[in-house]
């Protein structure tokens, strides 16, 4: 059975391949507007979020639009990893503008340790293809889903811009070994976790468990924190904006040292949620670990 939905999955990538761009992406912002339209549970998940992030103070109108921007922005991953397979380097460059790149190159050229930090924020097929094409090759980690063969089409399309997939089981082994080569990192540290693998940190102004593994690396290898996210503007261009690097933290305190690094991170990523938050991933039960109450305030959003 599997098989079979894997070669519809790739019928389908095929014709919309061939489609012209016009008409692809007006297929896809259909697709967005159809989830806004039927999945009721996630919409409240979202306006939970903004509420509870906000206390109350976004109007219904703002919320509405933030939570059609996160289908929207959802599909966008989808239909970017599809039109980079075909798309050039002079329209990537054209598409795609990049602020403060001297930071990285500049990394790169001292030969520094570097870790890249980001969210479920904006276009990341799009901030992921253009980084490993023309600025720096990174080992990034991803989540293995309950489909090989998916996975399988998805890591191919990514690393085509010269990245290296790494799942996230068994990732620390492989991060390890390329922090030691001085080849840079990728995480995207954004997601709820437990107290076990992760630091309790301040974020949007509310307590969160956040994975420590950047937090770990950077302090066993002195690399530098880099934080980057991609913001998406009108007619699907796209700005990346690269921030100033946290630097290394190592004293004979490690876990004072690891909650410092945490809480820095924390406070990067918050600060770029800010500067555009309809582009955040708003969909994620993000507070569960620690309010768990607000989510269930609902019975169908448990």
Known sequence: MKKIVYKIFLFVVFILRKLPQSVRRSFFRFVAYCGYLFAKNTNKIIETNLNFVFNNSL????????QKYSYFNMVLWVQSLIENLDV??????????????????????ENKPIILISAHFGNMEMLSCYINKFVIPLHQVARESNFSEIDEFIVKAREASGSKIVFKDGALKKLVKAMLKKEAVSLIIDQNINARDGEEVEFLGKKAYQSSSSANLARKFDAYIVPLAIFNQEN??????????????KTENEKEDLKKISQLEANAISAIIYEDKKQWFWPHKRFKSHYREIYEKNSNNK
């Open 236 to 249: 699907y261009t796209y700005k990346i904006k690269i921030y100033e690097p946290i630097i290394p933290i």
């Open 88 to 109: 050039s380097d002079d329209e990537l460059k054209k598409t795609v503008k990049i602020e403060n790149e001297e930071i990285l190159l500049n990394l790169k050229k």
């Open 59 to 66: 109007s219904n109108d703002e919320i509405k639009s933030i």
